[in-house]
């Protein structure tokens, strides 16, 4: 699932789980630059009841990036300017019989106070923001996905959305592009999420730039020609995504590979044939891992990976890229690495949520109500 | 020493936040459980969080429930290699601990994870005083994997056993290996700290690591009641007096309402003593009868203390060995045995 519950860290610590990434530009207000992050994952709790951590900073990091070299080895030159919209939380009060909470999104545009919730968000100098309990806008069939990987064949189709009903604590920034990082920078941005802790030691604990980079290309241990008994997630996780650390490159890339290769032999016929190291041609291009948004272009809905795709080909791209909410990403991804668009759409019959996301402000859908409150339980019932 | 460790403190969620968190998923899962559309993993999670709450709340019924989910959960399914070992984690929170390690025997034979069941058979090896067996499987899991958990258990058994600097060594491991913001381990770890000193008899140290953990979780029952205790042997009588009263006066667990009839008795306040003192005589026979080796030794302790029924308390504290062969346990027997030879059969109340 996109990158939810992503390692074992995220998977015992949900509330720094981080879901998704979605960038993309407004539909409804050309030149701003939407980004959201999802978090804390679950089914089983009523929407209301939920609450951010006031331990946790949850960031949303953005810089210039420009496309560097095109073809094979294709690769994107990340500014070292960076803007950053980080949301913290306080303590809830009580009103009116129940909890509520505000908090502060950090932006280079000023600081704006939110309260979460509240639909309209929060408005600052060429900023809006949101915070609060959203639907999960993801949607996946796991039977397919894990299916696929467990027994090395394309499954049959179920069609069932295992994240269905489930909410997720969102927050949204709508910002204008010109002012981040001034006239003179390109159109071109790179966006990574993260959790880290807010106190005086600060430690990321989970960060996502494209989904399923961890869950379904490096949870797969088996083809991996280095380490075969590591889950490598939680150390992917805790790196800078716009530099990866050299110490364990190395590791990252044998993942990859081995994983993608994988994939690409499950149509029986090579599609992604490897180099004479074995390094697969997406390695390098995924190791990159932040959304790339190209604010030049207009909103598209089908813009995930085609920047990137472009590139590899040596040809210009033709959309924003980006990702936005209702993509089918797991069918994009799983087509491109099976079949690279030469063969038939790979899908696990899931294609959009029970309420897909709308083009207005804060975009993704109310929540899940359910389940509603119980009555206290007490005991051992009879 | 310095008892009270140089590391930093990890930030963690705000209390409130986290149990409200807490409370909320608990009820959504039960919530679901009604409607029958809970799968293994979501009734085992369940089971967790509640047990996770009776350790903070400090709630008799939630273990209660906790232990009724998971015995059904492993009735439905008894080659659930993860409900076995559910159920062997509340088995073993209301002692009973031999029918726990034949649950781990078999969620091991069904296929639940070789760490997991091994993390579950050192606690319970701790807890019945089989040690060095216990300090074998710390050991190795810490090998595996040096992680929070595992350089926390070490840690525990090493308070257990009273070996204080190598405890503390364990403690700032584990700390140090946190990579979270859930209040809640960090603050169970903290509580163990702050008993292993309370035990150790330094009631300075002790004081700091109860306030840490009930800093940190204003609900946890268990921390405020021993925050009480060392407050009061540090002289501050009155205020724990006041904390005991709240505590006393909310819970199901008589365990507060023992220490303040204690607390009252020794600053000549009888009556309000002797009312509190019969509140947990009801309380601990209607307990013991549903428990009783899970309330066998605190009950023991009540009628060598406050309750003045040695007979009561030797027949308790004789069960309580049976059930685990600890030092406490056997200094609980040896205190039992005195106490009826210097007045065997009598009844003095406060």
Known sequence: MADHGAGPRATANPEIDITDLFAFPSPERPGHLVLIMNAYPFKHIEATRLLFSDAIDYRIRVRPVRIATTGLGAAFAVGDNECFFSFTFVVPKQSDGKLTQTGTCHSPLGDIAVRVGAEDGAHGDGVRVFAGCRLDPFFVDQLFSGGLRMTRKIPKITGVNSVEGQNVLSVVVEVEHAKLFGPDAGPIVAVIAETTTNGSFRARLDRVGRPEIKNFIMMDKAADAVNRDLDIRDLYSEEDGFKLRPDYLGAYRARLNGSMAVYDSLDGKTDWPLDDKGVHPLTEMLLADFLVVDMSKPFDEDGYLEIERAMLRGAPHKTCGGRWLNHDIVDSLLTILINNGNGPRISDGVDQTAVPASRNFPYLSKPNPMPPKLAPLVGIPM | ?350
């Not at chain 2, 929170?93 to 993390?119: I, K, M, N, T, Y």
């Not at chain 2, 600097?165 to 584990?174: C, L, P, V």
Request: charged share 25%.
């Open chain 2, 1 to 350: 020493m310095d008892a009270f460790s140089s590391c930093a403190s990890p930030r963690t969620t705000d209390g409130t936040i986290a149990l409200s968190n807490l409370e909320a998923h608990i009820d959504g899962l039960e919530l679901s459980r009604c409607r029958g559309e809970l799968d293994s993993p979501a009734w085992s999670e369940l089971i967790d969080l509640i047990t996770l709450r009776a350790q903070i709340r400090g709630r008799i019924a939630d273990y209660e429930r906790a232990s009724a989910l998971a015995e059904q959960c492993a009735l439905d399914a008894p080659a659930d290699g993860l409900g076995l070992l559910t159920r062997a984690r509340t088995r073993a929170a209301l002692h009973r601990f031999d029918e726990a390690l034949a649950d781990l025997d078999s969620a091991e034979r069904f296929g639940s994870p070789d760490p997991e069941v091994e993390a579950e058979r050192a606690a319970i090896l701790q807890a019945v005083g089989r040690y060095d067996e216990a300090l074998a499987l710390r050991r190795t899991a810490a090998e595996r994997r040096a992680d929070f958990e595992s350089l926390a258990g070490l840690a525990s058994l090493h308070a257990e056993l009273g070996e204080i600097t190598a405890a503390e060594t364990w403690f700032d491991e584990s700390w140090r290996c946190f990579r979270s913001v859930s209040p809640f381990p960090i603050a169970l770890l903290e509580f163990q700290r702050g008993h292993m000193w309370l035990r150790h008899g330094d009631f300075k140290c002790a004081r700091q690591w109860f306030e840490a953990a009930w800093g940190r979780l204003p609900a946890y029952a268990q921390a405020e009641g021993h925050l009480a205790e060392v407050e009061y042997e540090l002289g501050e009588r009155n205020g724990a007096i006041a904390r005991l009263r709240r505590l006393a006066s909310v819970a199901d667990d008589p365990d507060y309402a023992v220490q303040l009839a204690r607390m009252l008795a020794e600053t000549d306040h009888l009556d309000e003593a002797g009312m509190w003192c019969e509140h947990a005589e009801k309380r601990y026979e209607q307990i013991v009868a549903r428990h009783p080796a899970a309330f066998a030794d605190h009950a023991a302790d009540f009628w060598l203390s406050v309750g003045n029924e040695p007979q009561r308390a030797l027949s308790l504290a004789k069960l309580n060995l049976k059930v685990r062969n600890t030092p406490g346990a056997r200094a609980l027997f040896a205190r039992a045995i005195i106490a009826c030879g210097d007045m065997p059969g009598t009844r003095q109340r406060h």
